[in-house]
């Protein structure tokens, strides 16, 4: 009965789901501005997931969770608008000559919404528990220790030189979290933050509320009293639901719900502009047959048509990948990444052929229609070069751990969203890839001394001339390596009723730009209705 | 009393056979719920660590023992993923699937039985033969694809009603009410085909037999030959079926509560089958099994109110 349930339900997730086929698009509808904020009222947002908790060290938010997260807690650091981290909680961090130890100060006059003070204590336990966290450690790996210098700065002491540390912390690793929350055993379900709302209530599956936090440390917000967050899985629905009125704003990852909303007149809309986006891409198991020749992957790369993919299966939202970073990012450059060339591909496929025999591989993909019609579509285009696919289709949990084993030959994926390329250090660097059957973070398992060269300068130094040129190599070397045959950029949109105003981002500490939308994630501080 | 024990005490060994099963269906699908806590990073250490401390390292006897010691202490665990004890979980989401059931059970027999009764009222005339058409076209139609185009006119088209979620009915009862009108129609619509064909099919059957001719020779009226003399004989079968139905509008509202993001068992069962969170998981099902058995007992029970017959012949055995 169960197997039998969870194909319905399948059936049914027909239209929500997101394979690889969505990609970045020119922004449309820009949000409208009506004069000054006005504070009060209440906002009510349909997510496209339920969370399993919101204590950074024992849940794994998805892009719903995160806006939970945002609107709960502060982070030490804040990405603005230009991929830049800014000072958010904290006040500014000095480095020592080598990049290897780094002073924060920590902003005075701070309450957690318990009442307890932010001070350098707090700040040294959170840390210290996010880097013993099995969620969160292996990404702080850098990081030997945390001491406290005075009641408001603390040192954190690295392996190795990290110049690009506050970036670290402008992600969800300098997510500051009360005291009391570690000696909680249930803390996932009683967040205590610093941030402009706190946990009001929260029926898993139903709705959870928000309230203002009347102690916020920036004057004058949030805007709104009270917020609603409603999980609506379906993307489709979750549309309905805010055409019918039933919610005031939505996000979406889904391809023909941002091609609908496109052409609405009636909701204002806001496509990510701002930020990394994911990447959908086939991941090719370098570390065993038949993907560990390059000509295969080169064979795979020339015969794939992206665009194909997301005229049809991502409704025509958006522009196809050449590598990790898309266009508009700072990281961006060229890859050289090969153009569809069926003829050659042809004669690749010809030249394995008369050495190896017939040329069949298996491509995985999870059991929603969406992704499936991915991996069809590229089945098609695969055939047209002489290589026959069979498609396998995998579980969503069993998908993960077949990836992390290599227990695969191509696989249907979408990562690579890090707002600084060092973030993404373990899923190319050699030391991550390990044979099959063993967990590896480097899923693709290839090495390549290059990228780990390139990995190093780029984590190592502070010029981000060298940076850029560092994850250029990067790209390129993916490029012409080929463990991954890039799809597109994924797509990302708010939308809301007329009257939701603040959509596009609001402000850093300092009152410049912040960061827009990111992944699906956005602040909830500065929205407000009027 | 004897014949409530009884059925009561078939109970225990369906409840054995149905946790054990899914107990070892659900942990023999492909998938780990430790993967899907810790996501892509996991490393093997940190894997191997999580495993023990979720008691997954043991074998799957093993662990079904234990759950069915806590559950004999009343206790069905917490959720691997929000560690959410599993009874406030189901607590929290019954009211909304009962509510969702019942109502969609009222709306279906609210239908059913007086298109049933109009139909066998006439047989092959023009009621019956649209009936019959109507009722043929309610279970082609999939719920789901129900659900799209009641959305589309109830909710974005003429606004009338809300496209998904849910208020509580302490909350506010009229809204709790609007809420689960459309998820309500959608589950109720293939049974009211069902229920109108087998109603109509016993009325007609029960209309031909002596006691109706006698009672039309005494010049009772139509009206009341039909609904007093002929409705009660003829709902045998569909008493029958309501109780095997249960099953399917089950699995029906877990479609339903999915599409409508109602936040009742069907959703909460469906993301721990995906999050392979066993205890969740194995709760549900004692609900859903426990559930099923009693509302076929009172099947049974009430039998004996519609034919008293019945009862004389259980006292026998």
Known sequence: MLLTLLLLVALVTAACSSGGGSTRGAGSTTPTSAGPPKSGGRLVIGVEAESDGFDLT????????TVVFRAIYDQLYVFDKYDKPQPSLATGAEHNADFTEWTIHVRAGVTFQDGTPLDAAAVQGNIQAIKSSALTGPLLNPIVGVDVVDP?????????????????????????QAPAMRKDPDSGRHPIGTGPYRLKSWTPGSSLVLARNPNYWRKGLPYFDEIEIRPIPDAHSRLSALRAGDVDMIHTSDGQSIADLRKETSLQVQEEKTGETEEGFVMLNTGKPPFDDIRLRKALALATNPQQVIDIAGAGVGTTADGPWAPGSPWYTPTGYP???????????????????AVNIELKATADPATLQVAQLLKDQWSQVGITTSIKQVEQSQYILDALKGDYQGILWRQ??????????????????????????????????????????????????????????????????????????????????????????????????ATGPDNGSFSVAELWRG | MRFVRRQLLHLVPVLFVVTFLSFLLINLLPGDPVITILGPGATQEHVTALRKELALDEPIPVRYVHWLKRIATGHLGQSYVNRQPVLEAIRQRLPTTLELMILAEAFALALAIPMGILAARRPNGIFDRVTTTTAFGLLAVPNFMLAVVLVYVFALHWHLLPAEGY????????????????????????????????????????????????????????????????????TFSLVTVIGLNLGRLIGGAFIVEYIFALPGIGTLTVSSIFNRDYLVVQGTVVLIAVGYVLANFLVDVSYSFLDPRIKDVRALT
């Open chain 1, 58 to 65: 024992k849940n794994r938010p998805a892009a719903s969770g």
């Open chain 1, 152 to 176: 408001l700065s603390v040192r954190v002491r690295l392996n190795s030189a990290l110049p690009a540390f506050p970036s670290y912390m402008a992600t969800a690793l300098g997510t500051i």
């Open chain 1, 339 to 357: 153009k569809m060339d069926v003829a050659q591909a042809r004669s690749l496929v010809q030249q394995i052929k008369a050495e190896k025999g």
């Open chain 1, 416 to 513: 690579f969203g890090a707002r600084d390329p060092d973030l993404e250090y373990p899923w190319w660097n050699s030391k991550y890839a390990a044979p099959e059957g063993a967990l590896a973070l480097n899923f693709a398992r290839h090495a390549s001394k290059q990228i780990d060269d390139a990995q190093e300068q780029g984590r190592h130094s502070d010029d981000p001339a060298v940076r850029k040129a560092a994850y250029a190599t990067v790209g390129r070397v993916l490029a012409e390596d080929l463990p991954y045959v890039w799809l597109s950029h994924t797509v990302w949109a708010l939308a809301a009723k007329p009257d939701i105003h603040g959509l596009g981002g609001g402000t850093e500490v300092d009152g410049s730009a």
């Open chain 2, 167 to 234: 208020t509580a009915l302490t909350q506010n009862p009229f809204e709790n009410l609007r809420h689960l009108v459309l998820p309500a129609v959608t589950l109720a619509a293939a049974d009211v085909a069902v229920y109108v064909r087998l109603l109509r099919s016993e009325m007609v059957t029960t209309l031909q037999q002596d006691f109706i001719t006698l009672a039309r020779a005494k010049g009772l009226p139509d009206r009341r030959i039909l609904l007093r003399h002929a409705f009660r004989p003829s």
